[in-house]
């Protein structure tokens, strides 16, 4: 089940699916801001608070709540708190958040079952990256997948954390593409135990062959199979190869170049899954036929029951699809990765391009800064 949004993929989810036999993911994008909005909204169910109390080091747990936990929820029309921006080098408070808020979603993904969980995280994303896997892996993740990009050294960091050692991952730095960065993360920052923890496979979200023959030869550690994504997938996708072209309504123009070679990705005999379109019956079995260990399926969980996706939208978007009025348009423009993006028509959000248009534009989350 593909790892999809900030919050769509969530615990309940990854959990349902996982406690029927399959891969449940649940979605490393924004966790700690999660993690913080749901603690104001009173934690109703105590599930939040149950998870922290398993959480290795009590005194961090202590001071989220402190600053974070509010018993009764917060007033009508009172504002969040803010949650600070990452950095390369984040505040320490910030650091606990986001160890804490991905450890809390993989570990209540993992309760009352014996099946196994990953996170997505988005390597577009990389200053949280670091704390957010060890979160994970605290709380027993059994595989990162990792895609929007290109993951060569997330092997590496897993291997560090397995042991409690630091890591560190390159950061682009814009206009000057011969120099990257760094931001670094230490373990022992969080004083979380030293017990060895186990490494979980490592499978990266790719759109090419040539993508995965890179990753395999320069990657640094092992890699253990491949998500392969289709243009039809949901959510982002890779650009089109060579020159942009666009239909009559603005979407990219995928051709044959863009054809994932089934052929040489069995070559390279990792075991891989595909996505994109498979979400139908009959799909498995063509995939296996094709040399694919399974698929992954993204947009039939993203409206399934156990999405976190708001239940007022699901049932919306579904009713329309019911009606044959339900469209896609694959926008080269909505998202701020710069990435295509899969945009659902449904009238009375921002699909609808009169509303886009008077949309207020401000930055207050910061995941995707220059």
Aim: proline letters at 8%; a positive charge.
């Amino acid at each position: 089940q593909g790892g999809m949004g900030v919050g769509v993929s969530g615990w309940r989810l990854a959990r349902a699916v996982a406690a029927s036999g399959q891969l449940g993911v649940v979605s490393g994008t924004a966790l700690e801001v999660q993690l913080a909005r749901r603690l104001q909204r009173g934690d109703r169910d105590g599930s939040l608070r149950a998870s922290m109390a398993r959480f290795p080091n009590q005194a961090l747990v202590a001071r989220v709540l402190e600053r974070y936990f509010r018993p009764q929820g917060l007033d009508p029309g009172e504002p969040f708190l803010p949650v600070p921006r990452h950095t390369l080098d984040s505040p320490i408070e910030l650091v606990e958040l986001t160890v804490l808020g991905a450890f809390v979603e993989v570990d209540l993904a993992k309760q009352g079952h014996g099946g196994v969980v990953g996170i997505n995280c988005l390597q577009k994303i990389v200053l949280p990256t670091l704390p957010t896997l060890y979160g994970a892996m605290l709380a027993g993740v059994d595989y990162v997948l990792i895609g929007a990009g290109i993951p060569l050294e997330i092997p590496a960091a897993l291997a560090a954390f397995s042991r409690h050692l630091p890591a560190s991952l390159a950061v682009p730095v814009a206009g000057d593409s011969s120099h990257d960065t760094l931001t670094r993360f230490d373990p022992a920052l969080l004083r979380a135990g030293s017990q060895r923890l186990n490494r979980p496979f490592f499978l990266p979200i790719i759109s090419s062959a040539s993508l995965a023959q890179l990753l395999l030869r320069r990657a640094s550690g092992p890699i253990d199979g491949f998500v392969v994504e289709a243009p039809v997938a949901g959510g982002h996708n890779a650009p089109p190869r060579g020159a942009a072209q666009f239909d009559e309504i603005g979407q990219p123009i995928y051709g044959s170049r863009d054809a994932v070679d089934l052929a040489a990705l069995r070559q390279l005999e990792s075991p891989f899954w595909l996505a994109g379109g498979r979400g139908r019956p009959g799909c498995l079995a063509e995939a296996q036929r094709l040399g694919a260990a399974g698929i992954q399926v993204g947009t039939a969980f993203a409206f399934c029951l156990e999405s976190g996706l708001d239940p007022n939208l699901r049932r919306a978007a579904v009713s329309r699809i019911e009606g044959g009025v339900g469209s896609v348009l694959t926008d080269p423009r909505a998202s701020p990765t710069g990435f295509p993006f899969k945009v659902v028509d449904l009238p009375g959000t921002l699909s609808d391009s009169s509303l886009y248009a008077t949309r207020q534009r401000v930055c207050n989350l910061g995941f995707l800064r220059t």
